[in-house]
């Protein structure tokens, strides 16, 4: 009686080529990547201009924007 079981030739090399195939995709995905962990402020305001009193209202009405979306999502889900 045979306890040991083995893939058939084909399934194993299969499964090889299945991950020789996802390893060559990682491997592409990591060469395109070049610039991974350089971040870019696509904001209108730079982080400069954070202190200009001229641009006060637009902080404020960004604030005030992103609270009344999260509290409108609060609300939604814990009624």
């Not at 592409?28 to 990547?33: G, H, N």
């Not at 991974?36 to 200009?52: F, M, Y």
Request: with cysteine.
């Amino acid at each position: 009686m045979n306890t040991h079981h083995e893939l058939p030739i084909a399934a194993a090399a299969a499964m090889k080529l299945g991950l020789i195939a996802t390893f060559a995709a990682f491997v592409c995905s990591l060469s395109a990547c070049n610039d991974v962990l350089s971040v870019s402020n696509p904001g209108a305001i730079q982080e400069g201009q954070l202190g200009d009193p001229a641009l006060k209202q637009l902080i404020v009405n960004g604030a005030v924007g992103e609270f009344q979306y999260a509290y409108g999502q609060y609300a939604q889900w814990s009624a």
